[in-house]
């Protein structure tokens, strides 16, 4: 499922992303275990926990990052 597509306070893992050095600098690559902290409204950015950062990311790169549920 695409991230934007999550739902919140769940922990994902990171299965596909665009090519983004950004996504890297900001620690996002594949493999990756995070939470869904908030998904606003009106195709608003979406904020994910990764370690003890947490990094908004755009609606249209969500809809890009391809992530599973892990428990």
Do not use: W
Not at 24 to 44: A, D, M, S
């Amino acid at each position: 499922m695409s991230l934007y597509h999550g739902n919140k306070r769940s922990k994902y893992k990171v299965v596909k992303l665009p090519d983004s050095n950004l996504l890297k600098v900001l620690g996002l690559r594949k493999g990756t275990e995070f939470t869904l902290q908030t998904k606003h409204p009106f195709k608003g950015p979406v904020v994910v926990k990764v370690g003890s950062r947490c990094i908004a990311i755009d609606h249209d790169i969500a809809r890009d990052i391809i992530v599973e549920e892990v428990s």
